[in-house]
């Protein structure tokens, strides 16, 4: 228990530092910061993780059980996508505590209930134990926003009155398109979870099948959401890319920085 508590906090740590990297390149387009990173965390990572730590990867995903559900996991993985995708846009159209937290709530929301419609109802305390920490879970979230849209409106408090009223017009016609997309985009990304409950149990099998540990079935499951998943943003923002001139490309001081 102990163990597990510790890699999920030094996880946490590590999610939480991946977009330090924006604070120097502010100035960039969309396309090109996140591109690279979604680049890193969707293929090269996985990938490379997956080979050298997993034994036996072509047997695991050669298996007729697992054969069988990989369709489905392709599927909603790439609804997920499509999900961060639609994230990435809200937060252009209502800001970033605002997004984050419809977002998030969507997803913590319904992508834990969805593992109970695939594999059924745990016994009734142990449900009546999850919805009571979800509760907490959503409770912060709700917290963290409205910390976050108060610091917003301080922030836009300090511009003269002229450059505010501008800026209002702008945001009240595109504040319910950014809501919609928003909670539609946290729905759609709960794709993960039910990838996740769908193929954990055959995954599961196989890798213990090969003489792996079983937190590699951890990894087993996310390799085939990550590069699906990775296919819909690849997709999307070589399209972005394919829109601007080539002389157009991170023409900031900070491009040193930067592989792109």
Request: glycine share 12%; hydrophobic share 55%; net charge positive.
């Amino acid at each position: 228990m102990l163990v597990g508590i510790f890699w999920a906090l030094l996880a946490g740590l590590m999610l939480g530092l991946y977009a330090i990297p924006g604070k120097y390149t502010k100035d960039f387009k969309e396309e090109n910061t996140w591109g690279l990173f979604f680049m890193l965390t969707m293929f090269v990572v996985p990938i490379l993780a997956t080979l050298a730590i997993m034994k036996g990867v072509g047997n695991i995903y050669g298996t007729p059980e697992v054969r069988a559900i990989l369709p489905q996991m392709v599927v909603t993985s790439m609804l997920w996508g499509i999900g961060v995708m639609m994230w990435g846009k809200a937060i252009h159209h209502i800001g970033v505590s605002l997004g984050f937290s419809l977002f998030i709530g969507t997803v913590i929301l319904v992508g834990s209930l969805l593992p109970f419609i695939v594999d059924g109802l745990p016994a009734m305390r142990v449900f009546a134990t999850i919805m009571v920490g979800l509760l907490f879970v959503l409770a912060g979230i709700f917290a963290n926003g409205t910390a976050g849209m108060t610091r917003e409106r301080d922030e836009a408090a300090t511009k003269d009155a002229a450059a505010a009223k501008s800026d209002d017009e702008p945001g009240k016609k595109s504040m319910a398109a950014g809501i919609a997309i928003a909670v539609t985009g946290g729905l759609l990304a709960t794709g993960f979870s039910f990838a996740n409950a769908v193929g954990r149990p055959p995954l599961h099998e196989a890798s213990m099948a090969q003489g792996n540990p079983e937190w590699v079935t951890a990894l087993a499951v996310m390799f085939p959401i990550f590069l699906s998943g990775g296919v819909i943003m690849a997709g999307y923002f070589a399209w972005q890319l394919s829109q601007r001139s080539p002389g157009d490309r991170s023409r900031q001081p900070a491009s040193a920085k930067t592989l792109y």
